[in-house]
């Protein structure tokens, strides 16, 4: 079982709709969840970042954390065609000494 | 922008040379990592440092080594290079006025003939 898992897609969201990006994790003592974005070519960029259970929003973002089904989740509210990228979910180990990504889902917006 | 900067950007070399990349960052942070991005396998860990002279191990550490003299400087080394280690590299950094969060350098993209 990998330790961050996410669905790679592509997932296809129409331009105006709530994208939702899923990722689970395997290690129950982690407490910090990040959310990053990367275009192609790019270098990853931070999101979010979420550390209690609930939801936490910035702007057209929001992140769920649900630590008891050890899940992480990004919604996007009013799709636009710059949020097409790959997402990566990323998890702090309990150790709190590395972070470890997963494999990344690739998220298209069609006009 | 966390002031992290990664050289060479690009490189081509052949099997059985040694390469090092270098990242440098400008704000003092403590810990500093090195990843590989390949296809369908996302970000990987290679090996990462918790201050000047400590460095562990990540998950795919066979074939690396890395230093670090400095604070602001983390080397990765491939002693041996070999086609498998064709990837993107990214160095990163683990800021302390954002708890626990991750900034990355830009990449360098290795190919290895």
């Known amino acids: 079982q990998k330790e961050v898992e996410q669905n790679s897609g592509p997932l296809s969201v129409p331009e105006g709709a709530i994208a939702s990006l899923n990722c689970t994790y395997s290690?129950?003592?982690?407490?910090?969840f990040f959310w990053y974005r990367q275009y192609s070519g790019k270098s990853p960029e931070l999101i979010m970042s979420?550390?209690?259970?609930g939801d936490k929003e910035d702007g057209r973002f929001t992140a769920q954390l649900n630590k008891a089904s050890q899940y992480v989740s990004l919604l996007i509210r009013d799709s636009q065609p710059s949020d097409s990228a790959t997402y990566l979910c990323a998890v702090m180990a309990s150790s709190a000494s590395k972070i470890i990504f997963g494999s990344g889902t690739r998220l298209s917006i069609r006009p | 922008d966390a002031g992290i900067t990664q050289s060479p950007r690009h490189k081509v070399t052949e099997t059985g040379t040694p390469v090092t990349l270098r990242c440098h960052q400008t704000?003092?942070?403590?810990?500093m990592y090195w990843y590989r991005q390949d296809p369908g396998h996302g970000l990987r860990l290679i090996h990462y440092?918790?201050?000047?002279?400590?460095?562990d191990k990540g998950e795919v550490s066979d074939g690396y080594s890395v230093s670090r003299s400095k604070t602001e400087d983390f080397l990765l080394t491939l002693e041996s290079a070999t086609s498998s280690q064709t990837s993107v590299y990214f160095c990163?950094?683990?800021?302390?006025?954002?708890?626990?969060?991750?900034?990355f350098g830009p990449g360098t993209r290795l190919t290895v003939l």
């Open positions: 704000e003092n942070h403590r810990y």
């Open positions: 990163a950094i683990r800021s302390g006025r954002d708890t626990d969060t991750q900034y």
């Open positions: 979420i550390y209690s259970n």
């Open positions: 440092s918790y201050g000047v002279k400590d460095t």
């Open positions: 290690d129950r003592g982690s407490q910090s």
